[in-house]
């Protein structure tokens, strides 16, 4: 149970960029909690990250010495140094590398110990491996995938944890699946797990707006415990 509750709710948003700020705005409104993963050798890096050859998006990473501050009530965690894929990765100390150092330089700039982690790029960006190689020689505690799972049940593997469904391409099933875990009775423990990237909200505006009208709708609620990923998942 999460502190005497069946159902819980968290979010997952990885790069660190500086649409974090505005989406945090957007949690703390609410009293939702979210984890963000960054790349701490990438920080305050500028870039733009693009959706077709007519929509892009600003891919401006927040600064070093503003993690702290930015991310304050909510999670930081680990989404490695540089973002590889790590199953490309033939070396198991590169892995350990990536993982471990980018743990202990975000610990440093959140002044807590890190120990949540979700993997970096897309297609096959984990496997067994991997994530054999993290849970014996890291601090990580549990590491998020990107592949949708459209349930709520506890999973054994928290090392290789899917999520709900993915926030930017499954909008509308999030609104579908939203309704459903309110109206749920849970008589077992349930997670509502959602992640993005803010950026993506850029592609399309409106959709600030839309996911603020969504977490107004499922705040506040008496029966469900709203975490970090490490609050709902440890």
Excluded at 16 to 23: E, K, M, P, S
Excluded at 193 to 205: M, R, S
Aim: charged share 30%; proline share 3%.
């Amino acid at each position: 149970m999460f502190n005497g509750k069946n159902k819980a709710i968290t979010f997952s948003f990885d790069d660190g960029v500086t649409q974090d700020i505005r989406l945090i705005e957007i949690f703390n409104k609410y009293n939702l909690k979210a984890t963000f993963n960054l790349n701490s050798e990438l920080l305050g890096l500028d870039g733009e990250v693009r959706l077709d050859e007519n929509t892009k998006a600003r891919h401006m990473k927040v600064k070093p010495e503003d993690v702290k501050h930015i991310y304050q009530g909510h999670e930081v965690a680990v989404h490695t140094l540089t973002h590889p894929r790590l199953p490309e990765i033939e070396d198991d100390k590169e892995i350990i590398r990536q993982v471990e150092q980018d743990r202990l330089n975000l610990s440093k700039l959140a002044d807590y110990d890190v120990v949540g982690m979700a993997y970096p790029c897309g297609g096959v960006n984990n496997d067994d491996r991997v994530a054999k190689i993290i849970k014996e020689n890291t601090g990580v505690k549990y590491s998020r995938t990107i592949t949708s799972n459209y349930g709520f049940d506890l999973q054994a593997n928290l090392y290789r944890f899917n999520p709900t469904l993915h926030l930017f391409w499954e909008f509308d099933k999030m609104d579908e699946l939203a309704v459903k875990f309110l109206e749920m009775e849970a008589d077992k423990p349930q997670i509502f797990y959602i992640w993005g990237h803010a950026y993506e909200f850029d592609f399309k505006p409106e959709l600030w707006d839309r996911f603020d009208k969504f977490c107004e709708l499922i705040s506040n609620k008496n029966d469900i415990f709203y975490g970090t990923n490490k609050e709902v998942l440890l």
